[in-house]
């Protein structure tokens, strides 16, 4: 159902901008970023990804995770290999042997593939380098897994969770990796959004790329916070009515438990 739908959604906008019009606030599933119009997401059976050609990093996965997709009849799994996203046609893109030799960095998923395991489509997806950056692997298996354990928990309580997550570049001061100079981040952020009780909730976090331990409420800061740090237009299809209370507000209770 979610590829047909952003299927779908690509059709209609492509249709409109055929005609000279934005696709920018096009009903566009309500985890995505706005695209600016000289963009263009990949859209995956289980996440969508705004890949970057200069970086060779996303600046952005999006996906959403349903209580069914967590729980599904059978964790499936499939090819775990690394490699290009076929919408790049292996151009401009990173390679799986940029991180040879990595220093202590691994292939950090964005979207994880413990989420995509409703689908062998999905799960094989996740290991598309579109979805993948240099992180520290203490990181990687520390304080970045905590938040994928944490859109798990959310997602079976209240049903789905929309999440956005992506590099930091900052200063870049660690560089890049690799023959291709596959740019490391800084740091990471994540974004959560719930509906609960008729009302959205948010929050946002931001993980620097080193290996420290923090408690996760040491990350948090609100979306509005994120999105002045990173220059994203995040749930830009939350009514406008509400979206700046939404997004500045972090509700502890609900993200504590």
């Known amino acids: 159902m979610k590829l047909s739908v952003n299927i779908l959604i690509i059709i209609l906008g492509l249709s409109l901008e055929a005609c000279g019009q934005s696709t920018l606030q096009l009903e566009h599933p309500l985890e995505w970023p706005a695209v600016p119009n000289d963009a263009q997401a990949y859209v995956h059976t289980g996440y969508a990804t705004l890949y970057n050609r200069q970086t060779l990093i996303p600046d952005w996965v999006a996906y959403e995770l349903t ?26 893109t990173a390679y799986r042997e940029d991180y040879k030799n990595d220093d202590g960095w691994q292939r950090g998923h964005m979207a994880p593939k413990a989420d995509m395991r409703w689908s062998q489509q999905a799960y094989e997806e996740s290991f598309y380098l579109s979805n993948i950056c240099p992180q520290n692997g203490t990181m990687n298996s520390g304080d970045w897994a905590t938040t994928e354990s944490l859109a798990r928990r959310m997602a079976t309580r209240y049903g789905s969770v929309y999440i956005v997550c992506g590099p930091i570049i900052g200063t870049n001061r660690y560089g890049t990796l690799g023959e291709h100079k596959v740019v490391i981040p800084d740091s990471f952020f994540k974004a959560f959004l719930i509906k609960t009780n008729g ?3 948010s929050i946002a976090m931001v993980l620097p790329n080193e290996s420290t331990h923090h408690q996760p409420e040491e990350y948090w800061c609100t979306v509005n916070e994120l999105e002045s740090l990173t220059g994203l237009d995040l749930f830009p299809g939350l009514d406008d009515s509400i979206e700046e209370t939404v997004e500045n507000t972090i509700d502890k209770s609900i993200w504590s438990k």
């Open 67 to 92: 209580a069914d997709e967590v729980n599904p009849p059978e964790k499936l799994r499939g090819n775990e290999s690394f490699r290009w996203d076929p919408e790049t046609r292996g151009k401009n």
């Open 199 to 201: 009302k959205y909730q």
